[in-house]
């Protein structure tokens, strides 16, 4: 029993060593019982049932749920309730807020003045333009309750927060009581978290808990959701499967705002610290809990460099150093890097929907040798703007890329022809 964190640079790899755990099924498991696995997302999901069938001959008998949905699940279960939805639910709330806020803008509740100011300031349909704030604010309290839940306790108790650079709190503070009101003895998600951490804490409880948990590909998990596997990982076999953009240290890092604001330069890779700061965050989060964190990768590995520029460039991530200033010699017509220059985020959109029909059409070519692919020429257009990185590697069974963009700028489109998939999700 054991909070395990397996880390490497290559997704790939990872997937194999899912691939390999999943072999051999957990004591305890009856043979028709599926083993939970979590996930971000469905992509991911996707992706690897079709890499542990590659690996495995097959990929059965596993349940794909998001960390909201295991923990909430992992509630009931180990506080031996009936699964039920509540309205603090996250596809539930929107409706129950569009509701209330039907009711209190009917009844002219000075409270949401502002919220009836913007409902009735357009010549849009008004039920749309509520239905669409409710579920903007339902966005917002869900990530209250994941990431603010001491707002929101204070706010239940009739407190205000001491920010008063935020009046908006006044309208948010009513409707969360309100919807507390009208919920009843329905426990929020951070009453059910904290009635699951004193269930899991206490050693002579006899929760109903799967016997092994999987976690792949966690970008960024809560503090709360983080304790509850810390403390699963107390009574059963938790693993976390966590890809890593460099092999280094990279959470002393400066950016170049704080850098400059602290009057000095910045050392080490650049686009990694100014970049890679979420990643950052976790990683120290994460390391906070103190998992086991076997050795899953040899120096030897990384050795070869490939010449190319988004080959120098993840190797430069992967030792979290400083691009170098030497020149390299590249082929001429290296493809590892495209920059395209934009004049707004529609061209960008068009830009990228051209470059995945691109690769696409890579990969159907190359599962049917003899077909060439079609080549598409196109010029440069539009203006010059800020760029954005998009790394990616192509493997035998497909493309995986991850596409960075902002609102004015370029697309940058990195194709790695073999090897690991290095530049991690912050990292690109």
């Given at each position: 029993?054991?909070?395990?964190?397996?880390?490497?640079?290559?997704?790939?790899?990872?997937?194999?060593?899912?691939?390999?755990?999943?072999?051999?099924?957990p004591p305890g498991l009856s043979p028709l019982e599926a083993e939970p696995l979590v996930v971000q997302t469905k992509g991911m999901e996707k992706w690897l049932a079709l890499e542990c069938a590659r690996a495995n001959g097959s990929y059965s008998r596993v349940e794909a749920l998001t960390p909201v949905q295991f923990v909430m699940k992992l509630g009931f279960l180990a506080l031996g309730q009936r699964e039920d939805r509540t309205v603090f639910e996250k596809d539930v709330l929107p409706w129950a807020l569009f509701r209330l806020l039907g009711r209190e803008l009917a009844a002219q509740v000075?409270?949401?003045?502002?919220?009836?100011?913007?409902?009735?300031?357009?010549?849009?349909?008004?039920?749309?333009?509520?239905?669409?704030?409710?579920?903007?604010?339902?966005?917002?309290?869900?990530q209250y309750l994941l990431y603010r839940p001491q707002w929101l306790e204070t706010w239940e108790t009739g407190g205000r927060l001491d920010m008063p650079h935020r009046p908006e709190q006044v309208w948010q503070a009513h409707l969360w009581r309100r919807l507390q009101s009208e919920a009843g003895d329905t426990p929020t998600r951070a009453d059910?978290?904290?009635?699951?951490?004193?269930?899991?804490?206490?050693?002579r409880s006899t929760a109903n808990l799967p016997p092994r948990v999987v976690l792949f590909g966690m970008s960024l998990l809560?503090?709360?959701?983080?304790?509850?596997?810390?403390?699963?990982?107390?009574?059963?076999?938790?693993?976390?499967?966590?890809?890593?953009?460099?092999?280094?240290?990279?959470?002393?890092?400066?950016?170049?705002?704080?850098?400059?604001?602290?009057?000095?330069?910045?050392?080490?890779?650049?686009?990694?610290?100014?970049?890679?700061?979420?990643?950052?965050?976790f990683m120290d989060l994460l390391l906070g809990f103190a998992?086991?964190?076997?050795d899953t990768w040899d120096e030897r590995e990384f050795a070869t460099v490939r010449p190319t520029l988004l080959g120098h460039l993840q190797d430069d991530l992967l030792w979290c150093r400083e691009s170098q200033t030497e020149p390299v010699s590249l082929a001429a017509d290296d493809p590892s890097l495209r920059i395209a220059r934009c004049t707004g985020p529609l061209r960008e959109v068009e830009v990228l929907h051209d470059l995945l029909l691109d690769a696409l059409a890579d990969v159907r070519a190359a599962d049917r040798p003899g077909v060439p692919p079609a080549v598409h020429h196109r010029r440069p257009v539009g203006l010059a703007g800020k760029p954005h990185l998009a790394a990616g590697s192509r493997r035998s069974g497909g493309w995986h890329r991850g596409f960075f963009s902002r609102r004015a700028g370029?697309?940058?489109?990195?194709?790695?022809?073999?090897?690991?998939?290095?530049?991690?999700?912050?990292a690109a």
């Open positions: 029993m054991a909070f395990t964190l397996i880390q490497h640079p290559d997704l790939g790899h990872l997937a194999a060593l899912l691939a390999r755990q999943l072999r051999t099924r000075p409270e949401v003045d502002e919220l009836a100011r913007y409902v009735n300031g357009s010549h849009e349909d008004k039920t749309l333009r509520l239905f669409s704030l409710a579920r903007t604010l339902a966005d917002l309290f869900d059910f978290f904290q009635r699951l951490k004193k269930r899991l804490e206490d050693p809560p503090p709360r959701f983080l304790e509850v596997f810390a403390l699963l990982g107390e009574r059963i076999d938790v693993t976390l499967y966590l890809q890593l953009p460099s092999l280094m240290y990279w959470g002393d890092l400066e950016s170049d705002r704080r850098a400059r604001q602290a009057g000095r330069l910045g050392t080490g890779n650049r686009l990694l610290a100014n970049l890679g700061r979420t990643g950052q965050e998992p086991h964190t076997p370029a697309v940058v489109r990195g194709s790695l022809r073999a090897g690991w998939s290095g530049v991690g999700t912050d």
